[in-house]
């Protein structure tokens, strides 16, 4: 077996476990948040579903990033080192984005305020993954 392999895996499992940990993590507290509004007779609001969907985008990147690393130019250390690196990274960058939505979903739950304010925070996060995938590109391609 060809070691570029195990990085191009790599790549993409490590970015979608991010993902899920980081959907969980805010899923669960979207839904908590949902029940203190259905507890206090407040519309539960469906916006919450943008905090805990977000870390999904970070499993897309370490697609397109996997897809790139297969018909670029690297040697098979080289996908090796990439795959890892960089699907660590977007993973982070997922499960972090997954506990910002969750203090998001909370927060927005409660006060029914800063929408604005917590969606910028949850895409700040967004753009560490982001970067690493396009400056990981440029090896890779």
Do not use: H
């Not at 969750?102 to 700040?124: C, I, K, P, W």
Request: neutral net charge; aromatic residues 10%.
């Amino acid at each position: 077996m060809d070691i570029g392999t195990i990085g191009l895996a790599a790549c993409l499992g490590f970015a979608a476990l991010g993902s899920a940990l980081g959907i969980g993590t805010a899923g669960q507290a979207a839904i908590g948040a949902w029940k203190k509004c259905f507890v206090q007779n407040k519309p539960a609001p469906f916006t919450l579903i943008a905090f805990a969907g977000a870390p999904l985008t970070q499993t897309i990147y370490g697609l397109i990033l996997m897809n790139i690393m297969r018909t670029g130019g690297l040697d098979g250390a080289g996908k090796l080192g990439v795959g890892i690196f960089a699907g660590l990274a977007m993973g982070m960058s997922a499960f972090y984005q997954g506990k910002c939505g969750a203090a998001a979903s909370d927060s927005y739950a409660e006060t029914g305020q800063g929408f604005a304010n917590d969606l910028l925070v949850v895409g700040l996060v967004e753009v560490v993954a982001l970067f690493v995938m396009v400056f990981f590109m440029m090896i890779a391609g």
